[in-house]
């Protein structure tokens, strides 16, 4: 089971940090009894399960602090007024202008992330809403979640008979924390979201105050939160958002359905095609492909236009400046990559998310980018340190304040888990798992097949084409890829004489620079590239 160790809090002072050799020698010392522990919970598992064993233990270094920034510490700060979560269903980060997108999709949340800060990569933990909003609302990655609801280990979760059922038993029993937070600590809190997997049913009621999963879309939802902030009583409040705007069927009010698609006569109907693979196995044309990825901008930009008459709303209340606001997603989205449309897999269109916030005015946070990797269950562990909440040890998500204030790295690898009636088969796997070190390469493990997949990302950016790998290659592909990931000698764990990669791994490994050929001990003809 992947878990990340979670760094020192950013709330010591810098005149008494302690010495970076000694964190050093603790966070080591930290990081032998997980890995221990995690040698034995995994006993039982099957040599690619324990492949991944190590790749979790590599993840368990200790992160280098780079050179901090002008000495800040969140603990200067105010305690926000008012903190406002808001989460659209389904928004993938690569269809924002934000994020490089070539489509004025989102201008309000453009002018959001200018009054902030935009992470740049963030990962969600899984690609299903009830999953992956039960591990953003716990700071715990979905396997954490597994194994303390129901005592599964990673053995046992393989041998799950129905695994939907399974998945959707269990994520619905997982009580969420970071409302209860809230609330024991003082503040109002109140949910609005858009109901199914994000109900009352599903268990997400915990801590609020008020909770409202009566849905309708945003049009709907932001008027009845925007009159609980004014029926409310004193500050300071906690306010969650969650809509369904941007999901499939991808259709939006006017105009915003027709302001990249404005002739819906030339595709296929696309709002009764949503769910159930209704838009599996259709003989898509060009134009049907076209328009889903049309409908999907119109409905990023519909959700965006609601949002910014929330914030106008929010100022002329006098509320927006002394609010700490947050904009992600649970999951993305493929529109026809790979022939998938849908979600529930653990591709890169369904993993990497948008995550802004914007602080309230007057603190000392200057609106910058982050670079450094995050993952969705580092969100808990903010919020909570931006609010003086205090959380458990037992997180695996870690508070992104150290790199917002002093620089800290970010994490080298992000982890994801589990799949969700997964297109094309609609396969739902408890033990399905990705690690992914962002620009350079994937590897999505299915543990019930014994099966990996190796991306090399440096050579094809959007995870489009996968190599097959062999369980025999599995374990000295990870020692290859982390050895030199590391900045290790390449020659140091080499693969058993008997053991040869085969020549298409070989040949992308040795055009991503890591020197597969010669640790093989095959020669490979090929330009080195992406060094």
């Not at 899984?126 to 591990?135: D, R, V």
């Not at 982050?370 to 931006?386: G, H, K, M, Q, R």
């Given at each position: 089971?992947?878990?990340?160790?979670?760094?020192?809090?950013?709330?010591?002072?810098?005149?008494?940090?302690?010495?970076?050799?000694?964190?050093?020698?603790?966070?080591?010392?930290?990081?032998?009894?997980?890995?221990?522990?995690?040698?034995?919970?995994?006993?039982?598992?099957?040599?690619?399960?324990?492949?991944?064993?190590?790749?979790?233990?590599?993840?368990?270094?200790?992160?280098?602090?780079?050179?901090?920034?002008?000495?800040?510490?969140?603990?200067?700060?105010?305690?926000?007024?008012?903190?406002?979560?808001?989460?659209?269903?389904?928004?993938?980060?690569?269809?924002?202008?934000?994020?490089?997108?070539?489509?004025?999709?989102?201008?309000?949340?453009?002018?959001?992330?200018?009054?902030?800060?935009?992470?740049?990569?963030?990962?969600?933990?899984?690609?299903?809403?009830?999953?992956?909003?039960?591990?953003?609302?716990?700071?715990?990655?979905?396997?954490?979640?597994?194994?303390?609801?129901?005592?599964?280990?990673?053995?046992?979760?393989?041998?799950?008979?129905?695994?939907?059922?399974?998945?959707?038993?269990?994520?619905?029993?997982?009580?969420?924390?970071?409302?209860?937070?809230?609330?024991?600590?003082?503040?109002?809190?109140?949910?609005?979201?858009?109901?199914?997997?994000?109900?009352?049913?599903?268990?997400?009621?915990?801590?609020?105050?008020?909770?409202?999963?009566?849905?309708?879309?945003?049009?709907?939802?932001?008027?009845?939160?925007?009159?609980?902030?004014?029926?409310?009583?004193?500050?300071?409040?906690?306010?969650?958002?969650?809509?369904?705007?941007?999901?499939?069927?991808?259709?939006?009010?006017?105009?915003?359905?027709?302001?990249?698609?404005?002739d819906h006569t030339r595709h296929i109907r696309l709002d009764d095609k949503c769910g159930k693979g209704a838009l599996q196995g259709?003989?898509?044309?060009?134009?049907?492909?076209?328009?889903?990825?049309?409908?999907?901008?119109?409905?990023?930009?519909?959700?965006?236009?609601?949002?910014?008459?929330?914030?106008?709303?929010?100022?002329?209340?006098g509320l927006y400046d002394r609010a700490l606001i947050v904009v992600t997603s649970d999951h993305g989205e493929s529109l026809g990559?790979?022939?998938?449309?849908?979600?529930?897999?653990?591709?890169?269109?369904?993993?990497?998310?948008?995550?802004?916030?914007?602080?309230?005015?007057?603190?000392?946070?200057?609106?910058?980018?982050?670079?450094?990797?995050?993952?969705?269950?580092?969100?808990?562990?903010?919020?909570?340190?931006?609010?003086?909440?205090?959380?458990?040890?037992?997180?695996?998500?870690?508070?992104?304040?150290?790199?917002?204030?002093?620089?800290?790295?970010?994490?080298?690898?992000?982890?994801?888990?589990?799949?969700?009636?997964?297109?094309?088969?609609?396969?739902?796997?408890?033990?399905?798992?990705?690690?992914?070190?962002?620009?350079?390469?994937?590897?999505?493990?299915?543990?019930?097949?014994?099966?990996?997949?190796?991306?090399?990302?440096?050579?094809?950016?959007?995870?489009?084409?996968?190599?097959?790998?062999?369980?025999?290659?599995?374990?000295?592909?990870?020692?290859?890829?982390?050895?030199?990931?590391?900045?290790?000698?390449?020659?140091?764990?080499?693969?058993?004489?008997?053991?040869?990669?085969?020549?298409?791994?070989?040949?992308?490994?040795?055009?991503?620079?890591?020197?597969?050929?010669?640790?093989?001990?095959?020669?490979?003809?090929?330009?080195?590239?992406?060094?």
């Amino acid at each position: 089971m992947f878990r990340a160790f979670r760094p020192r809090g950013e709330d010591v002072p810098p005149a008494e940090a302690i010495t970076t050799s000694l964190e050093s020698l603790l966070a080591l010392s930290l990081c032998a009894v997980v890995i221990l522990a995690s040698v034995a919970f995994l006993r039982r598992s099957s040599d690619l399960s324990r492949a991944l064993a190590g790749l979790s233990s590599d993840a368990l270094r200790p992160i280098p602090a780079r050179p901090r920034h002008a000495e800040r510490n969140a603990r200067s700060e105010p305690r926000p007024e008012l903190v406002i979560l808001i989460s659209l269903d389904t928004l993938r980060a690569d269809r924002l202008e934000l994020y490089g997108y070539g489509r004025t999709t989102a201008p309000n949340l453009t002018a959001l992330a200018a009054e902030g800060v935009l992470f740049r990569t963030v990962c969600a933990q899984s690609s299903q809403t009830l999953t992956s909003h039960k591990s953003i609302f716990t700071g715990k990655y979905p396997a954490t979640l597994m194994l303390e609801e129901t005592g599964a280990d990673l053995m046992e979760l393989t041998g799950v008979g129905d695994a939907r059922e399974y998945l959707v038993d269990t994520f619905r029993r997982v009580k969420t924390r970071l409302a209860a937070g809230f609330r024991e600590s003082g503040y109002r809190t109140a949910g609005f979201t858009d109901g199914a997997w994000m109900s009352r049913e599903a268990g997400f009621e915990t801590g609020f105050e008020t909770f409202d999963d009566a849905g309708g879309g945003l049009l709907s939802i932001l008027p009845r939160a925007l009159a609980w902030l004014e029926a409310g009583g004193e500050p300071p409040a906690f306010l969650f958002l969650h809509a369904y705007d941007v999901h499939c069927p991808y259709t939006a009010p006017e105009p915003y359905d027709s302001a990249f698609c404005p002739d819906h006569t030339r595709h296929i109907r696309l709002d009764d095609k949503c769910g159930k693979g209704a838009l599996q196995g259709l003989e898509l044309s060009p134009a049907d492909l076209a328009a889903l990825t049309d409908h999907y901008d119109g409905g990023i930009l519909g959700a965006d236009a609601l949002l910014g008459g929330f914030f106008q709303k929010l100022r002329a209340r006098g509320l927006y400046d002394r609010a700490l606001i947050v904009v992600t997603s649970d999951h993305g989205e493929s529109l026809g990559e790979r022939g998938v449309i849908g979600h529930g897999g653990l591709y890169l269109e369904q993993l990497l998310v948008p995550l802004i916030l914007k602080p309230p005015r007057g603190w000392s946070l200057p609106t910058t980018y982050v670079d450094e990797p995050v993952e969705l269950v580092d969100l808990l562990p903010t919020l909570c340190a931006l609010c003086s909440i205090p959380v458990g040890g037992d997180l695996d998500g870690r508070s992104l304040l150290p790199t917002l204030y002093r620089g800290v790295r970010g994490r080298d690898y992000l982890v994801a888990q589990t799949s969700f009636e997964e297109a094309p088969a609609f396969r739902s796997s408890p033990a399905k798992r990705t690690l992914l070190r962002p620009g350079r390469w994937q590897v999505i493990h299915d543990v019930d097949r014994s099966e990996a997949e190796f991306f090399a990302l440096d050579q094809d950016p959007l995870g489009l084409s996968a190599h097959s790998i062999r369980p025999d290659e599995f374990t000295p592909l990870l020692d290859v890829l982390l050895e030199r990931a590391h900045g290790g000698p390449r020659a140091v764990l080499r693969p058993a004489a008997s053991l040869a990669f085969s020549p298409e791994l070989l040949h992308e490994l040795d055009h991503l620079g890591y020197g597969a050929a010669t640790l093989a001990g095959q020669p490979v003809k090929s330009e080195r590239v992406g060094r």
